[in-house]
Each structure stands twice: as structure tokens, then as C-alpha cells.
């Protein structure tokens, strides 16, 4: 983290701006914690960045966990906006009626190393088939502004698929 800036969340506003059910815990990673061994977790806790809050909701989407757990990636290894094309992916399939599934991602776009950050991916977009386009193109800090999320997160019904909390490598 840069030494100039020190992030300090109000948890409060953060559940309220997200609408973080109250059965979901949040606390703060602490800076002297290895992120990629998940130091210092509990059990059934698991690390996002702020700024992914933006494209999820808790409990997860069974689509979004099964991402996760399909790709052997902890979600703080995952750019926010890879998680926005599969909020996107959720709503189109309401508001249209259609049935887009990880195949249907996976037909359209690849998971990237982001470049010159190790261990960090990206939904990249395969052949200008994009489902989504317009999303923001720097996310500054999303490593930075980390909480430590336990209790209630996860899809109920794939509590037997774990998401890694420690820094795994893509696989599909």
C-alpha cells in the first residue's frame, strides 16, 4: 500500500451503500497481513475489495460463486470489472429472458493476467464479443481498500464448492 494514503472505511455507510445483509460480517484486512496466503482469516471468511461491492450482492449469485470457484481465484485476485460484466450477464438475463451461463462468458471473453500486477486477472474480451461494454477503465486502489467478509456471503446452496482464500492460479 503507498504510504501516503491510508484507507479507513466507515463499515456502516459501506453496508448501507451496498446493502450488506446484516448476517454478512465486515472487517478490516490489516495492512501487515500476506494477502495471498489469506493470513489471519477465519474460517468461512474470505477477502474482497471495496470497490468489487459495486457489481455483487450477498449472499452471492451462484453464477458469480461458481466463477470463482471454476477458475481456483479467491475474488481479490479478480478486477471489479470482471465482476460487472457477471452482475451484467444476471440482469440481461432477467430483463431479456435469456439464460447466460459461464459458458456463454467463457464463449466471449478469457481470463487475463493483468499486466505487471502478479496473481491479479481480468475478464478480457475474446474477438469483440463483448456482452458489456462501458465499464470504467482504471479502478485505482481496488487492492488497496480491502475488508474481510464471513457469515452469510456465500451461494447457499454451493456451500460444498469453496472459494479459495488463498491466491490460487486461473484454470477453467
Known amino acids: 500500500m503507498r504510504g501516503d494514503y491510508k484507507w479507513t472505511p466507515k463499515l456502516n455507510l459501506i453496508r448501507a451503500e451496498f446493502n450488506i445483509p446484516s448476517d454478512v460480517t465486515l472487517r478490516v484486512w490489516p495492512d501487515d497481513h500476506d494477502i495471498k496466503s489469506g493470513e489471519g482469516l477465519k474460517e468461512g471468511e474470505i477477502i474482497f475489495s471495496c470497490k468489487h461491492f459495486s457489481a455483487i450482492r450477498f449472499p452471492l449469485h451462484p453464477l458469480i460463486h461458481n466463477f470463482f470457484y471454476r477458475l ?18 444476471l440482469v440481461l438475463n432477467i430483463i431479456k ?70 491466491f490460487g492460479r486461473p484454470g477453467n
Open 97 to 166: 429472458g435469456w439464460d447466460l451461463n459461464l459458458s456463454d462468458i467463457f464463449n466471449c471473453y478469457k481470463v487475463s493476467a493483468i499486466k505487471d500486477e502478479h496473481g491479479f486477472f481480468h475478464l478480457a474480451s475474446l474477438h469483440k464479443r463483448a456482452i458489456v461494454c462501458g465499464n470504467p477503465t482504471s479502478e485505482k486502489r481496488w487492492k488497496e481498500q480491502l475488508l474481510i467478509v464471513g457469515g452469510n456471503w456465500s451461494a447457499p446452496e454451493l456451500h460444498l464448492q469453496p472459494i479459495r482464500t488463498t
Open 72 to 89: 481456483n481465484l479467491t475474488p481479490v485476485q479478480v478486477h471489479p470489472n470482471s465482476l460487472r460484466i457477471l452482475s451484467s450477464a
